[in-house]
């Protein structure tokens, strides 16, 4: 009876996590569809997940831009080095707040979580950029929002999980306090170091405004200012045309759904090698605060 009442509750919950699943990857579906969809398909066959003709047209369009590859190329040198300085600034100031019996504790944790409220706003932070002389440069954007004060304290929650005493013998054995930090506490982190990094890596890949701030440089623009000039330059060659094409030319809708198909596709492939650090990063980095 009991295996009878176990086997009913699997299969309930396993159809419950199907039709879960399914509606969370049904808008991926439905983007991809209307993406390889022919003008004349959406205008009779309007929204589908499986379109009758499949075409690549929309992501000819995309990238026939020469300028695509380059903006994948600063993407990822954003994205790597960016996150790169992220981790390594959240890192050494998460480690140090997470000593509460250094002197000053209060007031530094009091300063930092202000910033959360408080932020010192764009232009402060162009004129900082200017006269650093880093306008126009990678490191421009890299280095703004070079520290998330959510995802510093997410770390330090960890880092406050982590057993003193094996900082202590660590220390008895005469190891350093950089040692203790790379060889000791950071092996320990990896489930919470990797889900930060992979917060900040997402973070740096939608970017678009900082970059439009910062780079003058064409190319050095990164995929997602290269796809919206793109969008932007269709819908101003739909409006310029006549009223006919423009009733017949459905490109736009196309267009904006292989945007996102290329947007998103390239970073999702990160997340199942992240996976099980990310789940066991959140829940354990949530236990003590």
């Given at each position: ?48 997940l ?30 790597f ?24 504790y ?15 706003g ?6 900082l ?60 982190s ?22 439009m701030i ?10 997602q ?5 793109i ?57 003590k605060?």
């Open positions: 009876m009991n295996i009878k009442k176990m086997s009913r509750f699997n299969v309930v919950n396993y159809l419950f996590l199907f039709l879960f699943g399914l509606s969370a990857i049904y808008p991926f579906i439905y983007i991809l569809g209307i993406s390889l969809m022919t003008d004349q398909d959406y205008l009779k066959q309007g929204i589908a499986f379109p009758r003709h499949v075409t690549l047209d929309s992501y000819r369009q995309i990238f026939w831009n020469g300028n695509v590859f380059d903006s994948y190329k600063s993407t990822l040198i954003i994205t080095g960016g996150t790169a300085i992220n981790l390594v600034l959240t890192i050494l100031c998460a480690y140090f707040l997470s000593k509460t019996k250094v002197k000053g209060k007031l530094f944790i009091n300063m930092i979580i202000f910033t959360m409220y408080f932020q010192g764009l232009i402060p932070s162009y004129m950029m200017r006269n650093l002389g880093l306008v126009d440069s990678y490191l421009s954007v890299m280095l703004t929002g070079g520290i998330s004060t959510y995802n510093m304290l997410v770390l330090r929650s960890f880092f406050l999980n982590i057993p003193d005493s094996l900082e202590e013998a660590a220390i008895i054995d005469g190891a350093s306090a950089p040692y203790v930090l790379f060889k000791v506490v950071l092996p320990l990896l489930p919470a170091i990797a889900t930060i990094g992979l917060f900040y890596a997402v973070g740096h890949w939608n970017a678009y405004f900082t970059p910062y780079l003058n440089s064409r190319d050095k623009w990164p995929m200012v290269i796809l919206r000039e969008l932007f330059e269709s819908t101003e060659s739909l409006r310029s045309g006549e009223g006919d094409q423009m009733a017949e030319s459905n490109i736009g809708p196309q267009l904006k759904m292989a945007m996102v198909i290329v947007t998103i596709v390239p970073i999702a492939l990160l997340y199942p090698f992240l996976q099980k650090y990310f789940v066991k990063g959140v829940l354990i980095g949530a236990v605060a």
